[in-house]
């Protein structure tokens, strides 16, 4: 439920103040995260990692190569306009200070 500014911090109706406080309180952190030792977390992080690195949909190598060489010839493109408005910043303040 929203109040007349837009928040939505309110308890809905019907329930009591501490009902709902206790509905926002963060739950606990036990159970059998907290009773692993260091190196059994260390395992399981490996674990899900290998497991994400599955779900990736990796290019092939015509892809790639497409991917690369946009990349290639878009920094060459960027660096050439730096350059050039840097040669002209360069001459404008030679020719102001100078």
Not at 33 to 57: D, N, S, W
């Amino acid at each position: 439920m929203t109040d007349a500014l837009g928040s939505i911090d309110m308890p809905e109706r019907g329930r009591s103040e501490d009902e709902a406080a206790e509905s926002q309180k963060k739950p606990r952190r036990g159970g059998k995260r907290g009773k692993k030792g260091p190196f059994a977390r260390l395992a399981l992080f490996y674990r899900q990692v290998i497991a994400e690195l599955r779900k990736v949909v990796w290019p092939t190598r015509s892809q790639l190569t497409t991917y690369t060489s946009v990349v290639i010839v878009f920094v060459v493109i960027i660096i050439g306009l730096v350059t050039v408005i840097d040669l002209g910043i360069n001459r404008v303040v030679g020719y102001v200070f100078g």
